[in-house]
């Protein structure tokens, strides 16, 4: 490499991955950050010029380029141009931003909400703000990287308690001294494994011990309960979470992340939380197409019915044929493969198939573990799930995976 300090850790490191990326493009196993040409009906795109099935997206009601939702965001073009030019505080603030706000409170049957840029500085900024020193901030061992992240920077007494493992947890709430503040944290729907938190336990401790309690709904909302508004409905809890974070970029076809709580949290958030303060406002198409999105939902229950036929078809095929899907119950269907190569391997067969499903690996997921993530949508129809299930089967048994 051409770095003009050539041998400190740093140029070891590089050069390291550079090196395992070069062997993975060599042995035609690399498959990431492929430019997608075209999005095409059904759940389908168009890469390197062949249409493929797309296994990898978080549309799960299938709301991308749906019409209501473009006609929103090219609305809100034509009102108010493209950017903010500025941080919501000063001159960032649009109506379309406190509509949106009133949308998801209204949704997520909160009394209010605020909204971010990604749900990545959601995370980080808000378990940051509203915990510090001398805190203690308990996560599951699975809680997405942006939760982590955001409990490590707080500078709170960050511990994990073992995945769904709520003896646990308990054991650890124990142990947090008298008097000190305490947040409990989980994601709603595990991102790599598809599998969904017991909420009604996590309510009973945080309860019993006086914790707070924060879920990320990233793969919860428009997913999980009857109207799709999420865990609490899924579980028919009413408003019980004190955090309530998600994200507008999955089910959502946007970018952002929200938090709504009850309003004297979000004021706090909204006056002390830095990704709000310090960095510009979601753009107007963004707002307005996330805010027509949650409205899409609520008519449109169908979608949500669709999924959950699409779900069953997908993970009972694949465990029928064999395959280890893990714990999952939702959309997200883990495909387990084993060693990284492995998951490599079966990727590169599913794509030559012309499905779109990319692997996920360690250090993601524990070593041994690496396996396709696949995700299956509302959009997807019932003929082009068997197809790519064909496929999958076909790849998992030329590598050993399933007899
Ligand atoms: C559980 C979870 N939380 C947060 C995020 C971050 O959201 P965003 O991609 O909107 O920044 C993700 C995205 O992958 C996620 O899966």
């Not at 378990?127 to 699975?142: A, C, E, F, P, Q």
């Not at 709170?156 to 308690?161: K, M, T, V, W």
Request: proline share 3%; charged share 25%.
């Amino acid at each position: 490499m051409d770095f003009h300090n050539t041998n400190d850790a740093v140029t070891r490191r590089i050069q390291a991955f550079t090196d395992r990326l070069a062997m993975l493009r060599a042995n035609d196993l690399y498959f990431y950050n492929q430019p997608v040409q075209e999005i095409l009906p059904g759940m389908k795109v168009r890469v390197n010029g062949r249409e493929m099935g797309m296994y990898a997206s978080y549309s799960y009601l299938g709301l991308v380029g749906h019409p209501r939702i473009n006609a929103a965001a090219k609305a809100a073009v034509d009102k108010f141009g493209t950017g903010t030019n500025g941080v919501r505080t000063l001159a960032g603030t649009l109506t379309i931003h406190t509509e949106l706000e009133e949308t998801i409170a209204d949704f997520k049957h909160a009394e209010t909400a605020i909204t971010y840029s990604s749900g990545y500085a959601t995370n980080l900024s808000v378990i940051s703000t509203l915990m510090g020193r001398g805190d203690y901030v308990l996560s599951d061992k699975l809680n997405h990287a942006s939760i982590v992240d955001g409990c490590l920077m707080s500078g709170a007494e960050f511990r994990r308690f073992r995945h769904k493992d709520m003896k646990h947890l308990e054991t650890m709430l124990q142990g947090v001294p008298e008097g000190t503040a305490k947040l409990v944290i989980a994601d709603s729907v595990f991102s790599m494994d598809g599998d969904i938190i017991d909420l009604p336990g996590m309510l009973e401790l945080t309860r019993k011990y006086d914790a707070w309690l924060m879920i990320d709904e990233a793969h919860s909302v428009g997913v999980l309960g009857k109207t799709g508004r999420g865990i609490e409905e899924h579980f028919d809890l009413g408003d019980v979470i004190d955090i309530k974070m998600g994200t507008l970029s999955k089910t959502i076809p946007s970018v952002g992340g929200y938090v709504a709580a009850k309003k004297e949290i979000i004021s706090y958030l909204r006056h002390a939380s830095r990704a709000y303060i310090f960095s510009a406002a979601l753009p107007p198409a963004q707002a307005a197409a996330a805010n027509e999105a949650f409205k899409v939902i609520l008519d449109e229950p169908w979608r949500i019915e669709q999924l959950n036929r699409n779900t069953k078809q997908f993970i009972g095929g694949l465990k029928g044929m064999g395959f280890d899907t893990m714990l999952t119950e939702t959309a997200i269907v883990p495909v387990l493969c084993g060693e990284d190569e492995k998951a490599f391997a079966m990727t590169r067969e599913a794509q030559h198939h012309d499905v779109f499903v990319l692997p996920v690996v360690s250090p993601a997921v524990p070593e041994g573990t690496a396996r396709l993530r696949a995700t299956v949508t509302a959009a997807h129809e019932t003929s082009e799930i068997a197809r790519a299930m064909d496929v999958i089967g076909e790849a998992g048994k030329k590598l050993g995976i399933i007899k």
